[in-house]
C-alpha cells in the first residue's frame, strides 16, 4: 500500500462532490481509513464496515455504487460476501482488493462477478482510475437498460408500432394521460387500432391489475346494450329470468372501453352522461342505485362533432366524453411504419402457422408502400396472415397479396373468357370488390355494410347470391 497522501485525485472535491458512495469492507482500520480519504479525495461519500455482515447489513439499508471488498475478512471469507452482493444486486459494481494477489484468486474473483481484481499493495492513482472506470460503466449500463425502456415503450405499445412523427406523438399521450383518472376518446378510422390504444392506456395505469372490459356499444340494439352496460333484475323483460350484473359492475376500479360510441341511441347516450357525471347508475328494472369507480374509454371513427350539429348525438355527453382526445392516423398517412409493421405481423403469423420466419420481398415490400391502405393497420395484418399462410418459400413475395394490393388485373374474366357478357363481367368484378371490403375488415359483415353504406341485410343478400365465402376469423384483438 503506498502513501495515502501521495498521488491526488486530478479533480478537485468541488467539481466531484456526490458523484457517488462507495462501501468499504475490510478488517483493519489503517487500511479502510486510507482507502476512506482517497474515495473522498475524488468527490465519494464513504461508508466503511469492519467484516462481512456489518457489510451486507449496510448494503440492505443504503445505495451504493461499488464495493470495496477484501479477499480475507475475519468472519466469512470475501468471495462468499461477493456472492452474497451479487445475489442482492446483480449490478452493483464490486473491486476486490487483496494481499493474496495470486492469479488463482483473481480468477476466482472475476467468475464469481467482480469487476476488478486488485492486489496490495496498491497505486492510490489506479485505484482511484479504476474506481472512477467500474462505476462510469456500470451507470452507462444502467442507463443504456433504461434508454432501451423507454424506446421500447416509445415505438411500441402492446402490439402498436410507429415511429412516425404522427405516432410518437400518440406514445407521448399515452404515456402523459395514463396514471390519470381522466374520460378518453379515442377517434380514428376503422383498422387504425383504437381497442390497442384503450389496453395500451389500462395496462399502464393504476388500473392495470383491474378488468379491462371492451364492449362495441354500435352492434346491439338499444334494450340489449342497456341490459349488457348497466345489468338488469329478475322479470325487468321477458327473457329475464334471473338477476344480472352489466359490464360496468364488472369493470368497477377498471376501465370500460365503448367502441363505436357514435352509434349508441339517444336513450343510451342519457344513462352513459349520468354515470359519467355521477359515477351511479340502475339496473333495468330495478330501483337501488349502484356506484362504480370505472375509468370510461370511448372510440369512434365517425365525426362526434357533425353529429352533435345533426342532433344523432348529445352535446353534453360529447364535452364528458371529449376530456382528452386521441387522433389516430390512417396508416396512408404514416407509410415509414409499413415496414416495421409488416414486420411484425409477419413474425406473428410465421409464429402461429409454425413457419420458419420468412422475409419479405423487394417486390412485397414496393407494393405494400404503394397502396393506400383504406382498411388501415388490419388490412395491413390481413395481407400479411393470408401471404404467410399461402406461401411456400422463405420469401413472401407480392403475388401472395389481394389483387389489388399486387396491381393484379381485377378483371381477369374479360382475358379468360372473351365471350364473357357485361353481366358476367359486372357480377365478378361485384364478387372480388365485396370479398376483397370483407378481407379488409376482418370479414366483419356489420363493418363492410357501413363501409358501403348499404344495410346489413342488402350486404348478406348480395353474399349469398355471389356464392361468397365468409370466412370465420380466429378471435382478435379488435382495432
Known amino acids: 500500500m503506498s502513501d495515502s497522501s501521495a498521488l491526488k485525485s486530478p479533480l478537485p472535491p468541488a467539481e466531484t462532490a456526490r458523484v457517488g458512495r462507495v462501501l468499504i469492507i475490510d478488517d ?189 356499444t354500435g352492434s346491439m340494439p338499444t334494450d340489449l346494450l342497456e341490459s349488457t352496460l348497466f345489468g338488469h333484475v329478475k322479470g325487468a323483460f321477458t327473457s329475464a329470468i334471473s338477476s344480472k350484473k352489466g359490464l360496468f359492475e364488472l369493470a368497477d376500479r377498471g376501465t370500460i372501453f365503448l367502441d363505436e360510441i357514435g352509434n349508441m341511441s339517444s336513450e343510451t347516450q342519457a344513462k352513459l352522461l349520468r354515470v359519467l357525471q355521477d359515477k351511479r347508475f340502475m339496473h333495468l328494472g330495478g330501483m337501488q342505485e349502484i356506484q362504480v369507480d370505472v375509468r370510461v374509454i370511448a372510440a369512434t371513427n365517425s365525426d362526434l362533432r357533425q353529429a352533435v350539429k345533426d342532433g344523432r348525438f348529445r352535446e353534453d355527453l360529447y364535452y364528458r366524453l371529449n376530456v382528452i382526445t386521441i387522433e389516430l392516423p390512417p396508416l396512408r398517412n404514416r407509410k415509414e411504419d409499413i415496414p416495421a409493421l409488416a414486420l411484425h405481423f409477419l413474425k406473428k403469423y410465421c409464429a402461429e402457422n409454425d413457419r420458419a420466419l420468412a422475409t419479405l420481398g423487394t417486390d412485397a415490400l414496393r407494393a405494400l408502400m404503394d397502396h393506400s391502405w383504406p382498411g388501415n393497420v388490419r388490412e395491413l395484418e390481413n395481407a400479411i396472415e393470408r401471404a404467410v399462410v399461402l406461401s411456400n418459400g ?38 372480388r370488390v365485396i370479398s376483397s371490403m370483407l378481407e379488409r375488415c376482418g370479414w366483419n359483415q356489420t363493418e363492410a355494410a357501413e363501409r358501403f353504406h348499404v344495410p346489413l341485410s342488402t350486404l348478406n343478400q348480395k353474399i349469398k347470391r355471389l356464392n361468397i365465402e365468409v370466412k370465420r376469423r380466429g378471435q382478435r384483438d379488435n382495432a
Open 28 to 216: 483493519e482500520a489503517a487500511i479502510r481509513e486510507s482507502l476512506q480519504f482517497l474515495m473522498e479525495d475524488d468527490g465519494y461519500e464513504v461508508v466503511t464496515a469492519q467484516d462481512g455482515e456489518e457489510g451486507l447489513a449496510k448494503l440492505d439499508s443504503l445505495t451504493v455504487d461499488l464495493v470495496l471488498l477484501d479477499f480475507q475478512l475475519p468472519d466469512r471469507n470475501g468471495l462468499e460476501i461477493l456472492r452474497d452482493i451479487r445475489e442482492r444486486d446483480p449490478e452493483l459494481a464490486v473491486i476486490m482488493i487483496t494481499a493474496y494477489g495470486t492469479p488463482e484468486n483473481a480468477v476466482a474473483a472475476i467468475k464469481g462477478g467482480a469487476v476488478n481484481f486488485i492486489a496490495k499493495p496498491w497505486t492510490n492513482e489506479k485505484l482511484q482510475a479504476d474506481v472512477r472506470a467500474a462505476i462510469g460503466r456500470k451507470r452507462a449500463e444502467q442507463e443504456n437498460i433504461q434508454l432501451k425502456r423507454q424506446l421500447k415503450q416509445r415505438y411500441s405499445f402492446e402490439n402498436i408500432i410507429g415511429k412516425s412523427e404522427q405516432m410518437l406523438r400518440v406514445f407521448d399521450l399515452v404515456s402523459q394521460v395514463a396514471p390519470s383518472r381522466s374520460t378518453i376518446l379515442v377517434q380514428g378510422e376503422s383498422g387504425t387500432g383504437k381497442e390497442l390504444i384503450a389496453k395500451a392506456i389500462h395496462n399502464t395505469s393504476p388500473r392495470k391489475d383491474r378488468p379491462f372490459v371492451p364492449v362495441n
Open 394 to 431: 422463405p420469401v413472401i413475395t407480392a403475388d401472395l397479396f389481394p389483387d389489388e394490393l399486387a396491381g393484379r388485373d381485377t378483371l381477369p374474366l374479360i382475358a379468360s373468357r372473351p365471350d364473357a357478357s357485361l353481366f358476367d363481367i359486372m357480377e365478378d368484378c361485384e364478387r
